[in-house]
């Protein structure tokens, strides 16, 4: 405190020093003039500088009063300006009215060009941190739109049932996902199904065209679904026309319902002449032996069930057919296609023998492509040489595919046989959820502002005394702010500010409170000005802008200051709220200040000509008895104006003036009445007690004594000690239980908070986060970084073994890491080499080349042995003789690594679309053709983005996101640090790290608001101390609420933190009030506590009041979050 004082005496000389320096004061100022009849304003005697601060502070130069100069001088420039506006805008009430709602109306018409943005890499991603400049690398490499996106079904039991895994429940999930893969979608004059649109693995190409056909026409969708673990698992494979062969071969129409792989090979070996040993190399690399002809069938006395499943037609069904699916379920191509427990089963119960005994959710997903692939895949292509093709049509074409995809998980989940429950999710149902999240709800706003208004006539209306009843301009009022809002909103489009979220649910009904509070205090000022009869009918709007007008613009400006300030933060979202907010508060501070008193003067010309309120086409009847009075006159220019007011006592004040009081001051009962040229007034005597309809007391009691009530009971309770010790201990109390709270918060916000209940998305968001929590995730590695050498390629595999060994991370049944491109590479060349020795053993091979019987591996093998990586000289036949493709450590060759690379890519084609290594730039093509001479093999460029791929579980919150995004960062950071230039990319690194910093970004969010109110009150105010307390206030108000959050299990994100970042707006609104009317008061601190509470007690309840009906119709929400 001492220190505040300090600062506060040394800034008062300062500024004073500068003042007097810049400022010629004339005492005599004529701007406005303090004449006989406002010097018996009791307002005068009690809150002097609210009234009147150069009175004031022309007192405290004379000495008879005690003050900051400083602060009464700025103050006093302040009121005189803000008098001469008033004055203007009653003069012209009528030009300023029309211009100002012309002005709103042009910026309103703004609206027109608003965009609401849902992209959540554009909402929640720090602007110029590390996660933009990663999705800007990966998109420079893979491309706009890049990926696959996920078709999910998950299935859980019904009413009263805990499992999922019994036949007729897996009979219905295989019901369900076959009728998903049959849908149809009509675009573009052509038909578009499942098997046009999905993600499919590729066989290499052959010399023989035919089998290449007949091959990549049998490869199916990759589908992950426990269904993979029995026979019906092929029903989804299609392929949706049989594959027919001739007579001769004695097969019927093939799909993979009866498909045997290796039967089929043999059977085309021995009827077409074509050496199909690198077919059956193929095949057995991916496990391409059997098909799904050995596996169990759910129903082995289904007719297409083959006779090669191990229960064909076998009486001893069992109904739980969970033990099944322990240690998971295999693919179409099992060497890489092995589904974990994880992925595909939830909420698992085992026995002693860890064997799963039941689970209580299972999920099946069908991958499709994204946008780019679509349209690379068929650009070019017959099937849309009619149409303009472009990345556009191909997302049109997926997304009308993802609604009919869940209009049929849908349907048949209202299928009165099917009693578990079946929901599903595309990513179009995630957009389409965001947007509607975002979307303005025009009913929720007008109830919201219909309510206000209401309030507000209800609290400005005065039934007993319809002359002195302010109804109307609350209407006015409340419909000015309405379209002040809309300007705003329509000015934050014009510069290009998007909505979003924040904006639309938000920012409305805020910016509308805040107005209104305003609009409350001006309302509330201007009866009190009319009422007491001590104004000139042609100073009142001076008066009234002169009053409030200067607390108006302290909080309005500290409002839209430290909202502004706060949009210094770097996440998107925060940003463009922040900004909109501080745009709108100047226009509610431009309403409520420039067009606002107008129309307070045309009320003003109602009440002296004794209208009616809203109607003002009829005339009251005014009081017969009336009483001259000569006091009231207007003075002449020679009066002494410097006399009508002594000083009583004088104390030294603790702000700016202490205790005064008029010499001559007589209360008069009535209002006065006043003729147009104000040279004579006549004032209406009480002739009875005073009542409700009294003109005196007419606005107090169309408060209904808000007035009346802080007066008989409030303030005397204020005077207790008692009281005030149980005030503080309360607060005290209050303030450790929100400590307590904020330590209870959670970060994170659960997408089944932003869905409506008892809908299908939020069943299957249900589903998801308590029994599966599984998510994918890529370690992308970069350029410049020599992927060939011997130890960057030990550094890849420690990187990816460390990764591995992430609790999140799903690894295989035996505890090893899941092969990444490297390894996959490595084993091929592995398998290469081996086939190369021992065709080298049987001397296949001689010093210059290879005979006819060597096989084609070892042929191959030879090949890559031979070249050296060096363009000049790029083969080396003396190499086969000593060089390994791959040493006993599983380091591949370092000179010739990209010549093997290119080789690899292209002709294990499905080893490498698996691995989802997306090596970038991509390489020239070559495939190995049996018998072709040519050795040359061409390099590919060096690598400079390549992905490893896992799998992630468990993560069912936000708290476990984040611990898994911790440490995988933190293991990304430690081998930046040895060289390898890595990064984490994925769905959860894009959307929930925003959770790892947000308290850090709250916390600047909120020292940069109260910072920016402590700077500004304390230049507007020249009082340090004030801004100090009032920050103090601010800061208690914020973390309450905080810890309240905690207690009722409001979890930390994004929306949240706009919340308290627009509390600590809302508490400004109010504590200024009170804090400028307890400064502008006089006498001691009890007597200007009262006082400042008597008059500001009913514009802020109003204002709070009004604020809550406008917000409350959030809680009609359907979305969870909202209501909370």
Request: proline share 4%.
């Given at each position: 405190?001492?220190?505040?004082k ?88 009528g030009k ?17 060009t ?9 909402l ?21 739109g890049?990926?696959?996106?996920n ?9 009263g ?43 290499p ?8 056909l ?14 993979d ?21 004695g ?10 792989p ?14 199909f ?13 059997s098909?799904?002809?050995k596996?169990?069938c ?30 998971g ?32 959710a ?5 991958q ?12 070019g ?8 093709w ?5 997302a049109q074409?997926?997304?009308?595919f ?13 299928q ?11 990513q ?17 706003i ?77 309302v509330?000022?201007?009866?009190q ?29 500290s ?28 226009f ?16 003003a ?46 104390t030294t ?28 007034q ?36 204020v ?22 709270g ?6 994170g916000?659960?997408?089944t ?6 809908t ?51 690894q295989?049944?035996?505890g ?39 096989s084609?591996?070892?042929?191959l093998?030879y ?17 086969a ?25 292209y002709?294990?084609?499905?080893a ?63 081998y ?8 984490p990319s ?47 206030t ?6 309450e ?20 970042v ?38 802020i ?5 009004s ?18």
């Amino acid at each position: 405190m001492l220190l505040l004082k300090k600062i506060t005496v040394g800034l008062h000389d300062i500024i004073w020093n500068c003042l007097l320096t810049m400022t010629a004061w004339n005492n005599q100022s004529g701007s406005y003039s303090y004449q006989s009849k406002k010097a018996k304003d009791p307002e005068l005697s009690t809150r002097t500088s609210w009234v009147d601060a150069q009175l004031a502070y022309r007192l405290v130069l004379k000495g008879q009063l005690s003050g900051k100069k400083c602060a009464l001088l700025v103050r006093s420039h302040l009121q005189n300006h803000l008098f001469k506006l008033g004055r203007f805008e009653q003069r012209h009430c009528g030009k300023v009215l029309i211009l100002g709602l012309l002005f709103l109306s042009l910026f309103a018409i703004g609206l027109k060009t608003s965009v609401v943005e849902n992209d959540i890499n554009k909402l929640w991603v720090e602007e110029d941190g590390r996660l933009p400049k990663e999705l800007e690398y990966t998109k420079s490499m893979l491309g706009e739109g890049y990926g696959s996106e996920n078709q999910i079904v998950i299935q859980t039991p019904g009413t009263g049932a805990k499992n999922v895994l019994t036949r007729e429940s897996l009979l219905n999930h295989v019901e369900v996902v076959t009728r998903a893969t049959k849908i149809e979608v009509h675009l573009f004059d052509e038909i578009w199904r499942i098997d046009d649109l999905c993600v499919k693995a590729s066989f290499p190409s052959f010399e023989n065209f035919l089998v290449t056909l007949l091959l990549n026409k049998l490869v199916p969708c990759v589908v992950i679904s426990p269904l993979d673990c029995f026979w019906e698992g092929s029903k989804m494979l299609g392929p949706r026309r049989p594959l027919l062969l001739p007579a001769s071969y004695g097969l019927e129409p093939i799909t993979w319902k009866n498909l045997y792989p290796e039967l089929l090979v043999n059977t085309l070996e021995n009827n077409m002449d074509f050496d199909f040993d690198i077919v059956k190399d193929a095949l057995r690399r991916a496990g391409l032996v059997s098909g799904y002809q050995k596996k169990p069938c759910l129903d082995p006395f289904d007719p297409e069930c083959p006779v090669y499943s191990v229960n064909y037609r076998s009486t001893e069904t069992v109904d739980s057919v969970a033990p099944a699916l322990t240690g998971g379920c295999f693919g179409f191509a099992p060497e890489f296609m092995h589904w974990e427990e994880d992925m595909i089963v939830g909420g698992v119960t085992r026995n002693r023998s860890n064997v799963m005994v039941s689970a209580e959710a299972v999920q099946t997903i069908i991958q499709i492509m994204g946008k780019q692939d679509l349209y690379n895949y068929y650009k070019g292509t017959y099937l849309v040489s009619s149409i303009d093709w472009s990345q556009e049509k191909a997302a049109q074409i997926i997304e009308v595919f993802q609604k009919k995809f869940t209009e049929v998980v849908v349907s048949f989940n209202n299928q009165s046989n099917v009693t578990d429950s079946v929901s599903s999710f595309t990513q179009t149902s995630l957009d389409e959820l965001i947007q509607e999240f975002s979307e303005i709800s025009f009913v929720r706003i007008g109830i919201g502002y219909g309510l206000m208004l209401l309030y507000a006539i209800l609290t400005l209306m005065n039934c007993c005394n319809p002359v002195h009843s302010h109804a109307g301009a609350g209407i006015c009022g409340v419909v000015l702010v309405s379209l002040s809002v809309a300007a705003g909103l329509g000015l934050c489009s014009l510069l290009g500010l998007p909505f979003n979220a924040a904006t639309t649910q938000i920012v409305p009904f805020l910016a509308l409170g805040l107005g209104v509070d305003d609009m409350f205090l001006m309302v509330h000022t201007f009866s009190q000005i009319c009422s007491s009869g001590y104004t000139y009918y042609q100073d009142q709007a001076g008066e009234l802008v002169k009053r409030a007008g200067c607390t108006v613009l302290l909080t309005s400006l500290s409002n839209s200051g430290a909202f502004l300030i706060a949009a210094l933060v770097p996440i998107p979202a925060l940003r463009m709220f922040s900004l909109q907010v501080g745009i709108l508060l100047l226009f509610n501070l431009i309403t409520i200040l420039l067009i606002f008193p107008a129309i307070l003067s045309i009320d003003a010309w109602r009440k002296k000509n004794f209208r009616v309120d809203v109607v003002c086409c009829i005339e009251s009847a005014p009081s017969t008895k009336v009483t001259d009075i000569s006091a009231l006159s207007s003075p002449s220019p020679t009066e002494d104006k410097q006399n009508t007011v002594v000083v009583s006592e004088v104390t030294t004040p603790d702000n700016i003036v202490t205790k005064f009081a008029a010499a001559d001051y007589t209360e008069y009962e009535g209002t006065a009445s006043y003729s147009d040229t104000g040279s004579s007034q006549n004032l209406t005597e009480a002739s009875k007690p005073s009542t409700c309809c009294d003109n005196k007391t007419s606005s107090k009691c169309s408060a209904l004594s808000l007035s009346w009530l802080v007066d008989q009971f409030y303030l005397p309770l204020v005077e207790k000690t008692w009281f005030k010790v149980v005030v503080f201990v309360f607060n005290t109390v209050l303030i450790c239980v929100s400590i307590y709270g904020i330590t209870q918060v959670k970060v994170g916000m659960e997408l089944t908070d932003i869905v409506p209940k008892e809908t299908n998305e939020y069943r299957f968001l249900k589903a998801q986060s308590d029994y599966f929590g599984f998510y994918d995730m890529y370690i992308v590695t970069k350029d410049n970084f020599q992927y060939q050498l011997p130890e960057n390629q030990k550094l890849m595999r420690e990187l990816h073994g460390k990764i591995s060994q992430v609790s999140y991370v799903i690894q295989k049944d035996d505890g090893s890491s899941r092969e990444f491109w490297l390894d996959l590479m490595v084993k091929w060349l592995r398998d290469l080499q081996e086939s190369y020795d021992n065709d080298v053993a049987a001397g296949f091979f001689h010093s210059t080349g290879w005979y006819y019987n060597a096989s084609d591996d070892a042929v191959l093998a030879y090949k890559l042995l031979i070249q050296t990586g060096d363009t000049n000289n790029p083969l080396d036949k003396t190499q086969a003789s000593y060089k390994r493709l791959v040493n006993d450590e599983g380091i591949i060759a370092s000179d010739a690594f990209y010549n093997y690379l290119t080789a690899w890519v292209y002709n294990d084609v499905l080893a490498y679309e698996v691995s989802l290594a997306s090596i970038r730039p991509e390489g020239k093509e070559w495939f190995y053709v049996p018998g072709e001479g040519d050795l040359l093999i061409p390099k590919a460029p060096s690598i400079q983005f390549a992905r490893m791929s896992f799998f992630l579980h468990n993560l069912v919150n936000t708290e476990e996101i984040v611990k898994c995004i911790r440490a995988v960062r933190d293991i990304c950071e430690d081998y930046e640090e040895l060289g390898l230039d890595s990064y984490p990319s994925g769905l959860i690194f894009t959307f929930w790290e925003q959770y790892i910093n947000i308290r850090y970004y709250l916390l600047i969010s909120l020292v940069s608001v109260l910072a920016s109110v402590f700077i500004i009150i304390t230049f507007m105010m020249m009082n340090p101390l004030a801004a100090f307390l009032l920050v103090l206030t601010l800061s208690v108000i914020t973390v309450e609420l905080f810890g309240f959050m905690g207690l009722i299990g409001i979890q930390l994100s994004a929306v949240p933190v706009v919340i308290l970042v627009a509390s600590v707006g809302v508490g400004v609104e109010f504590t200024i009030h009170v804090m400028t009317s307890f400064i502008t008061s006089i006498g001691n601190r009890q007597l200007r506590t009262k006082r400042s509470l008597s008059f500001m007690f009913a514009p802020i309840v109003h204002g709070a009041i009004s604020t809550l009906l406008g917000i409350i119709m959030l809680a009609a929400s359907q979305f969870d979050f909202i209501f909370r």
